[in-house]
């Protein structure tokens, strides 16, 4: 004859296992798919997203972007659309301050007689 006290144990020694198999379950399916987007962000690394060819890196100034050889595609990676902006700035200043440069010369410079 069974008594309910010798049920108990066994009902909360199941309910623990259960969890514990959830658990493990949960965790393996987490790593399994963590795996599978490291592989497929492998498989897409350097590559085109129009085509899908190779990407090839090549410096331009301070900023190396990404140049597809099939499709000629220029991609650029987070930031460097910006450096190229200031970069553009910086040489807009520069020319205007040679351009004035330039002209202040020219006035300081005493006038020849003719």
């Given amino acids: 004859m069974h008594h309910p006290s010798e049920e108990r144990p066994r009902k909360n020694e199941d309910e623990y296992f259960a969890r514990e198999n959830a658990e ?6 987490a790593k399994l798919d963590s795996d599978r987007d490291a592989q497929e962000r492998k498989a897409h690394y350097m590559k085109c997203p129009k ?3 190779d990407l090839v890196e090549r410096e ?3 900023v190396k972007v990404d140049i597809c050889q099939e499709c000629r595609g220029m991609w650029l990676d987070s930031g460097e659309l910006d450096l190229i902006r200031h970069m553009q700035q910086q040489r807009v ?4 301050d040679d ?3 330039m ?3 020219r006035k300081s410079r005493p006038e020849t007689a003719r």
Wanted: proline share 0%; net charge positive; with cysteine.
């Fill in 93 to 96: 200043g520069q020319f205007v």
């Fill in 103 to 105: 002209f202040s010369r």
């Fill in 51 to 53: 085509c899908g060819a």
């Fill in 24 to 29: 493990l379950i949960e965790r393996m399916r």
């Fill in 99 to 101: 351009l004035l440069g």
């Fill in 60 to 62: 331009h100034g301070n």
